[in-house]
């Protein structure tokens, strides 16, 4: 036989493989990790990163490939997944998409102002979205049978990520422009109304729970300015009280919790900062600074399955962007692109 005839044979061998591996996985988006790339401001549309490790499949523009060739929408905010659909906050366009989640088809959409983020325990779906006089806003619950909103709670100040734990959603609200806000509100969710307001820090804008079920905030600060601004602050809530405090950077944001429940990561001064919950003063640990390798990371989020830290290089707002990938354990790192300014990592596991 000659070796050209030998080369052939194991070609095709080989694609007709990975063509039958592949073959396995189209058209079946149930799991996965999911990048929500905002796009370029007021003027591009947002994208969906779809990433596949097992089977090393990248898709750079999920929604569009799947539904021949529409756009998502300006400027793609967060999703989550419910009910086997995945629900995709699309803030200037005022909707919430709805696709199926094996197939990543449209279903539907839900018109509502300036969605945000999502929570769900399972049972009910909650969105917080902003008031078009970018001053006040909603907490939102969502019917996921008929993709309606169904309630609505009108907040003063601008509602941002939440987190739902048994019949609490605990919602964090940052501040307007040239305002402030120091507030968490908690949510009966039984009752759709709030049963209280939490004075942690300026502009709290990220929140956690950790292995003993306390809820962990994570406060900016005001301003831009790290000088003239006020220092950002992370809390520790127990009974809806806060009994811890620690001071931070201004800037600081972004925050998750381990897979062991016992240790937090976030984001500040150009670095990934860890903090341990039994340690009683901030050590200013860090695991990765991006200013390294010049990177602009916007947003952090953490991989349960794996144990992996996923950061957002949305480098200049309008190239394509990357997403890098940290073991907080070994330090090793990988990386993929992703859409213009990816801005939330989704993990359907």
């Known amino acids: 036989m000659n070796k050209f005839l030998v080369f052939l044979i194991g070609f095709v061998i080989i694609f007709s493989s990975c063509e039958k591996e592949r073959a396995q996985f ?17 003027s591009g549309t947002g994208t969906i990163t779809y990433r596949n490790e097992a089977n090393d499949i990248l898709i750079n523009d999920l929604f569009a ?12 905010q967060s999703m989550i997944k419910f009910d086997n659909k995945y629900f995709i906050a699309v803030n200037n366009a005022a909707k919430i998409q709805v696709v199926n989640a094996s197939d990543f088809k449209i279903i539907g959409e839900i018109p509502i102002e300036l969605p945000r983020y999502f929570a769900t325990d399972g049972t009910k779906l909650y969105v917080t979205s902003y008031n078009t006089d970018l001053a006040s806003g909603k907490i939102n619950e969502v019917d996921t049978k008929n993709l309606t909103i169904s309630s609505s709670i009108n907040v003063s100040n601008l509602p941002e990520n939440l987190l739902l734990t048994g019949d609490k959603l605990y919602v964090t609200l940052v501040s307007p422009f040239g305002q402030s806000s120091q507030d968490v509100l908690v949510v009966d969710t039984k009752s759709n109304q709030i049963s209280k ?27 831009f300015d790290p000088i003239n601004g006020t220092l950002g602050s992370l809390h520790r809530l127990r009974d809806d009280q806060k009994v811890a405090s620690f001071t931070l950077s201004n800037g600081a944001n972004g925050l998750v919790v381990d897979n062991d429940g016992d240790r937090l990561y976030f984001l500040m001064d150009e670095k990934v900062m860890a903090h341990d919950i039994s340690d009683s003063t901030f050590e200013e640990e860090s695991i990765y600074d991006e200013s390294i390798n010049d990177e602009n990371f916007d947003a952090i989020s953490y991989q349960p399955s794996t144990n992996r830290i996923f950061l957002s290089d949305v480098k200049d707002y309008n190239s394509v962007g990357e997403i890098l990938i940290i073991n907080p354990e070994t330090k090793s790192t990988g990386r993929f692109d992703s859409g213009i300014a990816p801005g939330f990592i989704y993990f359907a596991e």
């Open 197 to 223: 307001t939490i004075n942690v820090g300026d502009n709290p804008n990220s929140i956690a729970k950790d292995k003993n079920g306390d809820i962990w905030v994570i406060c900016r600060g005001n301003g």
């Open 26 to 42: 189209d058209n079946n988006f149930s799991t996965g990790i999911f990048v929500v790339n905002q796009g370029v401001f007021q």
């Open 65 to 76: 490939t799947q539904n021949n060739g529409k756009v998502l929408g300006n400027i793609a």
